[in-house]
């Protein structure tokens, strides 16, 4: 079945570094890809996403490519924040609209 | 606007016993999810739905058991509680497949 691999953290990173979180995907058709973010005590919230093959999603300073060749969908920011500390999940939703969830990726910023 | 909303947002149940987490959205959404988080650990599918009347397992479905009565509420049933079970709980909705989900803020369950 379809399903989505990312990086193990924690990745632990100074303020105003760059920050890259590795997504890859398996499936059968065409999913959508998504980005999501968990503050602690919360539940998730959508941060990017993208629909078809080559889309760039964005939002907050992140950035991710929907790179079908690849079957990989990293997201990226340029200048981390402290505020940005959270965990982060990659997504997929497959054509009968099964949303699925990588492990996550705990990002821990420090001043 | 309520969202997607949880309750309880706490319990403990002793092994054995049954209970229900309640979900209810208000968004006219069509799809809603059930997942279970543990610590340190990912989200997995519990069951979904895709519209009311219609429900399907997803990667984690024993034990629990769902309805899809009304567009708004979809509940997920514990049957004879065990301690595996003790988790957090995420109900979720999305207008459609690929479209943003809006979680509710949990439910942490217990079960000793």
């Known amino acids: 079945g379809d399903s989505v691999t990312q990086m193990e953290g924690p990745v632990t990173l100074s303020e105003e570094a760059f920050l890259t979180i590795n997504c890859t995907y398996t499936?059968?058709?065409?999913?959508?890809l998504f980005w999501y973010v968990q503050y602690p005590g919360e539940g998730l919230q959508l941060l990017l996403k993208?629909?078809?093959?080559?889309d760039k999603g964005s939002n907050k300073g992140f950035e991710a490519t929907y790179r079908k060749e690849t079957t990989s969908f990293h997201l990226e920011k340029g200048s981390v924040q402290v505020s940005d500390s959270a965990v982060y999940f990659c997504a997929l939703t497959d054509s009968w609209g099964k949303l699925q969830f990588g492990a996550g990726t705990q990002v821990v910023v420090t001043p | 606007n309520a969202g997607v909303t949880q309750t309880p947002k706490f319990r403990i149940l002793k092994i054995g016993q049954s209970m229900t987490l309640q979900c209810a959205q208000d968004m006219n959404h069509n799809y809603m999810y059930w997942y279970r988080q543990d610590p340190g650990m990912g989200l997995k599918l519990i069951y979904y739905s895709v519209g009311a009347g219609i429900t399907d397992k997803g990667e984690v479905p024993n034990g629990y058991n769902v309805s899809r009565s009304t567009t708004e509420d979809f509940p997920l049933r514990l049957e004879l509680a065990a301690p595996s079970q003790t988790s957090v709980y995420f109900c979720a909705s999305s207008s459609v497949g690929n479209t943003e989900a809006f979680f509710g803020q949990g439910t942490r369950l217990t079960v000793v």
């Open positions: 499936a059968t058709g065409y999913p959508s």
């Open positions: 993208a629909t078809k093959a080559d």
